[in-house]
C-alpha cells in the first residue's frame, strides 16, 4: 500500500512573511513528519478589512522569496487566484478534492488563531476534511482550550521558539524607518525595499 502522504498547510496574510513563520512551518514539518508545508497566501482577506493589505501578487512573491531555498516548502496560487472573499474551509474542501483520500492534511497556524478557528463559517464541515497543528510559544497558557474542542476541532499542539515577529510590528518599523534586519530573510526585505511597500503605513 502506498504511504499516505502528510502535508502541512501554512495558511496566511504574509504581508510581509517572517521568521515567525518559516521556523513554524519548519517545526511542524519535522515534528509531524509531514512529507511538504504548502504556504497559502490569503487572496482577499475576510478578517482583515480594518487595514488595506497588500496586493496578494506582492505577498505571493515574497511567500515564494522566502521559501525558495527549502525543497520540502511549496506556495500555492489557490487562494491568489481566487476572486472573492478567502474562506479557508472552501480552500480546504478543494484540496482534498485535488488530492483524493489519501493525503492527511494538516492546517499549521497560531495558537491563538485556533481560537478563532472554533467561530469560523463552517468549522464543523473544516474538522471533517483537516486537523489542526497549532504553535504555542514556551510557557503559553492552554488552558483556554476545552478538551472538547481540541477533540472535536482535532488540534495538535507544538512548541516552537519563542519568536515575538509578528508582520503588523514590521510594517511599523518600515514606515518608522526603524530596521527590520534578521526579522525576515534578507531577500524579502530588499523586495520591500524595492518597491516601496509600508513606506507610508499609518
Ligand atoms: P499580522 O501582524 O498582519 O496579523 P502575522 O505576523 O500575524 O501578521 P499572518 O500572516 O497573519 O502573520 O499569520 C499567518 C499564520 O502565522 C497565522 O496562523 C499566525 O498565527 C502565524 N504566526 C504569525 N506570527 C507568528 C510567530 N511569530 N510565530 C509563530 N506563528 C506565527
Ligand atoms: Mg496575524
Not at 80 to 108: C, H, K
Request: aromatic share 8%.
Amino acid at each position: 500500500m502506498r504511504k499516505k502522504l502528510r502535508i502541512g498547510i501554512m495558511g496566511g496574510t504574509f504581508d510581509p512573511i517572517h521568521y515567525g513563520h518559516l521556523v513554524t512551518a519548519e517545526e511542524a514539518l519535522v515534528q509531524f513528519n509531514l512529507d511538504k508545508v504548502v504556504f497559502m497566501p490569503t487572496g482577499n482577506p475576510v478578517r482583515k478589512t480594518h487595514r488595506k493589505v497588500t496586493p496578494a501578487e506582492h505577498r505571493y512573491l515574497m511567500t515564494v522569496i522566502a521559501t525558495a531555498s527549502n525543497p520540502d516548502f511549496e506556495v500555492s496560487r489557490m487562494e491568489v487566484d481566487r476572486p472573492g472573499p478567502t474562506y479557508t474551509v472552501d480552500t480546504m474542501l478543494a484540496l482534498r478534492q485535488e488530492l483524493g483520500p489519501d493525503a492527511d492534511l494538516y492546517f499549521i497556524t497560531g495558537a491563538d488563531a485556533v481560537w478563532e478557528i472554533l467561530t469560523w463559517k463552517d468549522s464543523e464541515a473544516l474538522a471533517g476534511v483537516c486537523s489542526f497543528i497549532a504553535a504555542t510559544r514556551p510557557g503559553y497558557d492552554l488552558s483556554r482550550f476545552s478538551r472538547d474542542d481540541a477533540e472535536r476541532m482535532r488540534v495538535e499542539f507544538m512548541e516552537v521558539p519563542a519568536l515575538a515577529i509578528s508582520s503588523t510590528d514590521i510594517r511599523r518599523r518600515v514606515a518608522e524607518r526603524r530596521p527590520i534586519r534578521y526579522l525576515l530573510p534578507e531577500a524579502v526585505a530588499a523586495y520591500v525595499r524595492k518597491n516601496g511597500l509600508y513606506a507610508s503605513e499609518a
